[in-house]
Nanobody, 130 residues
Framework: QVQLVESGGGLVQAGDSLRLSCVFS????????????MGWFRQPPGKEREFVAAIRWRIDMTYYADSVKGRFTISRDNAKNTVFLQMNRLKPDDTAVYFC???????????????????WGQGIQVTVSS
């Protein structure tokens, strides 16, 4: 069973930085090159969950929501089965529960829609005060 565990959330002030990590385990079911991709989503208070960033695992191609482009960076450590989300210049609007998610194999959906993802972490709170 694949499990994803997020860490690194917390309470910060506007303008600060945070780095989220997500470690996946149970990946013996993947091909030797790892999952197809991983992504970060977030759910602000009272709103729907939304795409933040994603990475194609094997070719290191990245995708971002317009709202975070230039401030957030997604990266991965293949040896540690970990995906990171470096968040700089945080704003109060970035306050949300952040989820990491994983796509096992190729998908026609791309990496932006939720329906592309096979596994999800439980989420971690990020709060940015003004």
């Amino acid at each position: 069973q694949v499990q994803l565990v997020e860490s690194g959330g917390g309470l910060v002030q506007a303008g600060d930085s945070l780095r989220l990590s997500c470690v996946f385990s149970g990946g013996s079911t993947f091909n030797p090159y790892g999952p197809y991709g991983m992504g970060w989503f977030r759910q602000p208070p009272g709103k729907e969950r939304e795409f933040v960033a994603a990475i194609r695992w094997r070719i290191d191609m990245t995708y971002y929501a317009d709202s975070v482009k230039g401030r957030f960076t997604i990266s991965r450590d293949n040896a540690k089965n970990t995906v990171f989300l470096q968040m700089n210049r945080l704003k109060p609007d970035d306050t949300a529960v952040y989820f990491c998610a994983l796509v096992r194999g190729y998908t026609d959906y791309g990496l932006r829609p939720e329906r592309a993802y096979d596994y999800w972490g439980q989420g971690i709170q990020v709060t940015v005060s003004s």
